[in-house]
């Protein structure tokens, strides 16, 4: 799978748009940028996932560049309880791999 | 209902014990994992397991063993406890094109 590279913390206004960037440039025509969260004291979440074209759930939207080097994400209206370390992952969407989880980015969402 | 559900939460035992944690997950997946956190906070996969089978067996002393009784469970046993085993253990599951979901993990503390 290829490695990514993530900024280790970034601040966010509660409320505002918090912009999560990730670099993939080794990514393979057949990998998946994921996007998981842990929340202190608890299990990875899984947020979204995408190929090439960008996508939205009800948590966030994933931007993909197109030459899929990198991604950014978005949690569009940033609350106190999104304060979290997220990890961008890239692998091959096998069942029998496992998810190689990187240092992540701490997340501080400021009231 | 929990989807994937680990026990004990909290561990506390002296070194030379033999201890075991529980994983147990009601999502029909096949494709279970055991990860362990470290004092760091780096997320590190142990072992993976689909249909009862071992697939994944990282760089883990031979005092952990996996053992899956069936698919729903995956139970992680470890002998002879150290000091360096302490850490929170994270048990998830995967189906088939899904993502990952994880337990809410398990602190273990050797004394």
């Known amino acids: 799978d290829a490695k990514t590279t993530q900024p280790p913390s970034m601040d966010c206004a509660e409320g505002r748009a918090a912009n999560l960037p990730c670099n993939h440039s080794t990514i393979s025509g057949n990998e998946y940028v994921y996007w998981y969260r842990q929340i202190h004291s608890q299990g990875p979440q899984y947020i979204i996932h995408?190929?090439?074209n960008n996508e939205t759930n009800e948590m966030a939207s994933l931007i993909i560049t197109e030459d899929r080097k990198s991604s950014t994400l978005i949690l569009p209206h940033a609350t106190l309880r999104d304060t979290a370390v997220y990890y961008c992952?890239?692998?091959?969407?096998?069942?029998?791999?496992?998810?190689?989880f990187g240092k992540g980015t701490k997340l501080s969402v400021i009231p | 209902d929990t989807a994937v559900s680990q026990t004990p939460k909290y561990l506390v035992t002296q070194m030379g014990n033999d201890k075991s944690i529980k994983c147990e997950q009601n999502?029909?997946?096949?494709?279970m994992y055991w990860y362990k956190q470290d004092s760091k906070k780096f997320l590190k996969i142990m072992f993976s397991?689909?249909?009862?089978?071992?697939?994944i067996n990282e760089t883990v002393p031979n005092r952990f063993s996996p053992k899956s009784p069936d698919k729903a469970h995956l139970n992680l046993h470890i002998n002879s406890l150290e000091l360096g085993d302490s850490a929170v253990y994270f048990c998830?599951?995967?189906?088939?094109?899904?993502?990952?979901?994880f337990g809410q993990g398990t602190r273990l503390t050797v004394v």
């Open positions: 397991y689909n249909n009862k089978e071992l697939i």
């Open positions: 999502l029909g997946h096949d494709t």
């Open positions: 992952i890239v692998r091959v969407d096998r069942t029998r791999y496992q998810l190689t």
């Open positions: 998830a599951s995967r189906g088939r094109g899904t993502e990952a979901f």
């Open positions: 995408g190929l090439k």
